[in-house]
């Protein structure tokens, strides 16, 4: 099976890069200032638990323009939110007929907009757990642990996808898995203003006070809409406000496995707000907005977050505190 990684960045390099060390044929579709340094450098993929990898650039298929979708019998879609629907055309350009398509996206519904521009594809949600901490010199190193987990359809995924230091399952509950993370991804906004390493914003407590009522006022959005969430811990889903809200030495025991981070990990947005991109706030905080005014169940702290996002967007991020992010 040729794969495509459809958005060489930090999911599709990290991801692209152990599967084209496990030996399966992969293609990187990117941006020439990426691949340059992919040109360059190589690909070297590395996690926390000691795993390295490290792919010559030599032995790269490396390419900035859209045909080689047409290569794929897997398309492994990991661009940002608003970048879907001009991949999706794309695809539909070049794709053959018979191609799997999966979207390794945060946010809801990456899936259907793909859909629409490919009707006849077999394509599938997924979930990523982890983080990956970008570098300048074409080295992706993952921050945190956990199995990516695909919608299940007709060609089981896993086999194909399950290589050394990638844990990939399937699930007939996708929808609930994916809800389970979105509500993980509210905190890419606090995270990205606060300035901190997420292990450093996660020992405090005025911070994880306010991912606690971020994450409450969005449980509320979802119970109101009857959405399923399979939650990313063991713990019910319900219960995670309450154990943020803990104070730290008793959160630091309760919570370890959630402390298990590298100390330089930052979420994909403070990435984004660093690199003065524009971020995949609207597909996160502006979904909940959307929802709750649906159902009127008032989210005003995701609408703080997201107007200060925007402004961070337009004049640069400085660090906030969480009393601040409040309004
Ligand atoms: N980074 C992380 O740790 C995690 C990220 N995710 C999710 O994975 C998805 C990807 O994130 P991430 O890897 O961080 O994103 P990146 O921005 O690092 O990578 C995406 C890359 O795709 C490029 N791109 C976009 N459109 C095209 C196109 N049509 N043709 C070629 N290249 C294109 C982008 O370029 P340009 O910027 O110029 O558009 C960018 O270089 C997001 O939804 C994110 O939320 C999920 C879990 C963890
Ligand atoms: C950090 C993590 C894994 C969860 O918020 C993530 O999804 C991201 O960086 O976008």
Redesign the pocket.
């Known amino acids: 099976m040729h794969i495509v990684v459809?958005?060489?960045?930090?999911?599709?390099c990290y991801v692209g890069g152990l599967l084209a060390h496990a030996g399966r044929e992969v293609s990187f579709?990117?941006?020439p200032r990426?691949l340059d340094v992919l040109g360059k450098n190589g690909l070297r993929v590395s996690d926390f638990s000691g795993l390295e990898a490290q792919l010559s650039a030599q032995s790269l298929d490396l390419h900035?323009t859209?045909e080689v979708l047409g290569r794929g019998d897997l398309i492994l879609v990991?661009?940002?939110?608003a970048?879907t629907a001009?991949?999706a055309k794309?695809i539909a350009a070049y794709a053959k007929p018979e191609a799997i398509i999966v979207s390794?996206?945060?946010?809801m519904g990456h899936a259907d907009t793909l859909r629409k521009e490919l009707p006849n594809h077999d394509v599938r949600a997924a979930m990523?757990p982890?983080?990956?901490v970008?570098s300048d010199k074409g080295h992706f190193h993952r921050a945190t642990s956990g199995d990516i987990v695909i919608g299940a359809g007709p060609t089981p995924l896993g086999k194909i996808m399950n290589v050394k230091g990638l844990g990939v399952s399937e699930s007939d509950e996708i929808e609930a898995v994916q809800w389970g993370k979105f509500l993980l991804?509210l905190n890419n906004a606090p995270n990205a203003l606060s300035g901190m390493t997420l292990h450093a914003q996660l020992l405090s407590r005025p911070w994880r006070r306010l991912m606690a009522d971020q994450m409450a006022e969005a449980l509320r959005v979802l119970k109101a809409h009857n959405c399923p969430i399979r939650p990313t811990t063991p713990l019910p889903v319900g219960l995670v406000p309450h154990i943020l809200r803990l104070p730290t030495p008793l959160f630091r025991r309760i919570a370890a496995k959630m402390l298990t981070i590298d100390p330089q990990a930052r979420?994909?947005m403070a990435?984004?707000l660093m690199a003065g991109?524009k971020t995949?706030v609207d597909a996160l905080q502006g979904r909940i907005i959307a929802m709750g005014q649906e159902k009127s169940v008032p989210t005003p702290l995701c609408q703080g977050m997201l107007a200060a996002i925007k402004q961070a967007e337009e004049n640069g991020a400085t660090p906030q505190t969480p009393d601040s992010l409040r309004g």
């Open positions: 459809a958005g060489a960045g930090a999911i599709g579709l990117g941006r990426i900035n859209p990991c661009v940002k939110s970048a001009e991949i794309q390794l996206q945060n946010g990523v982890f983080n990956v970008p991804n979420t994909s990435h984004d991109r995949e």
